[in-house]
């Protein structure tokens, strides 16, 4: 059965360091999506794809944050400089239509920020 | 903003007993969907409802979608210590969002 990728699995870096997450979503899933989840929390939207193209960053703190999508398939999240309220489990999720058919999620990368 | 409310946060019961949890919307959903995430684990699907008022059914577990289509409920029959989860609702946006609720922790004592 296909699977969303993600790595690392998990990321350890101190504040104000860059760090990158990478993202291969489900073949041919157009829609993809960038979670973060706190601990006891749901996971929050914070960037949909449609191919290639933002559909919603609303939530994305664009002074720190940036994604990518560049040829339609594959993403990766930045985060520059790393602050210590950024430790979250960090999860993409692909849908082949973004209407219908369920998120499939990725294993996630869980950050810790010292 | 939209909003998903879900209760009760936790829930500890005994294995054989009943669950349910209940999850509400400030605004009329487009569908919703249902989630179980293990421990150290991600959100895997469980099921969609796009119905107003529609109920489905997995085994020993019951969906259901109010009639205004702004809240839901799933439903667990005896549970089971396999069911220890957190069980999200997210409600669906008309452009393919999924507002998540915090979900509801079940633990299910043998």
């Known amino acids: 059965e296909a699977e969303v990728a993600q790595s690392p699995r998990y990321k350890i870096t101190e504040k104000s360091q860059a760090v990158a997450f990478w993202c291969d979503p489900i073949s041919g899933h157009a829609t993809l999506y960038w979670y973060r989840q706190i601990l006891g929390q749901g996971p929050e939207l914070l960037v949909q794809?449609?191919?290639?193209?933002?559909?919603?960053d609303s939530q994305l703190p664009k002074d720190r944050f940036s994604a990518e999508r560049l040829k339609g398939v594959d993403s990766t999240l930045k985060i520059q400089p790393a602050e210590l309220g950024d430790s979250a489990m960090y999860l993409c999720?692909?849908?082949?239509?973004?209407?219908?058919?369920?998120?499939?999620f990725g294993p996630g990368t869980r950050l810790t920020v010292l | 903003g939209q909003q998903v409310m879900q209760i009760p946060q936790y829930q500890h019961v005994q294995e054989g007993e009943d669950f349910t949890t209940y999850c509400n919307s400030s605004?009329?959903?487009?569908?919703i969907q249902w989630y179980k995430q293990r421990p150290g684990g991600h959100p895997v699907f469980l099921i969609q409802?796009?119905?107003?008022?529609e109920v489905k059914k997995q085994k020993r577990l019951t969906f259901q979608f109010g009639e205004a289509k702004k809240n839901s409920s799933l439903h667990i029959t005896a549970t089971q210590t396999t069911d220890v989860g957190t069980y999200f609702c997210?409600?669906?946006?008309?452009?393919?969002?999924?507002?998540f609720g915090r979900g509801t922790q079940l633990t299910v004592w043998p």
């Open positions: 409802l796009v119905k107003s008022g």
């Open positions: 605004t009329t959903l487009s569908n």
């Open positions: 999720a692909s849908r082949s239509r973004p209407l219908t058919d369920t998120q499939y």
């Open positions: 997210a409600g669906g946006s008309t452009l393919g969002r999924l507002y």
């Open positions: 794809f449609q191919d290639e193209s933002v559909v919603d």
